[in-house]
């Protein structure tokens, strides 16, 4: 059974960055594909970027594309989120997850975080 615990979210202007983490225990981190989705205020949580187990391989929503940058740490069970020139409309939970297929799809991750908020002001 893996734990994901995120961290680092908060309040920022526009224009600004935060790096959030997902710490994981309690399971073998490295086999697990992994992912980011956010779940904006009244609206269904969404595909934000995921990396391939070797962190070798990433992807992420068009909307983030060359602002955001997903990477993981095996060695120390971490992934992380840097996220730079953040827009309001970024607003949002963000939620870790890990499972067996990497896909954009909530329903393939096994495990989740509780979520850290972020939020933007303009």
């Known amino acids: 059974q893996v734990q994901l615990v995120e961290s680092g979210g908060g309040l920022v202007q526009a224009g600004g960055s935060l790096r959030l983490s997902c710490a994981g225990s309690?399971?073998?981190?490295?086999?697990?594909?992994m992912a980011w989705f956010r779940q904006p205020p009244g609206k269904e949580r969404e595909f934000v970027a995921r990396i391939s187990t070797d962190g070798r391989t990433t992807d992420y929503r068009d909307s983030v594309k060359g602002r955001f940058t997903i990477s993981r740490d095996n060695a120390k069970n971490t992934m992380y989120l840097q996220m730079n020139s953040l827009k309001p409309e970024d607003t949002a939970v963000y939620f870790c997850a890990a499972g067996g297929l990497s896909s954009w799809n909530t329903g393939h991750y096994t495990y989740w975080g509780r979520g850290t908020q972020v939020t933007v002001s303009s």
């Open positions: 309690g399971g073998t981190f490295r086999i697990y594909a």
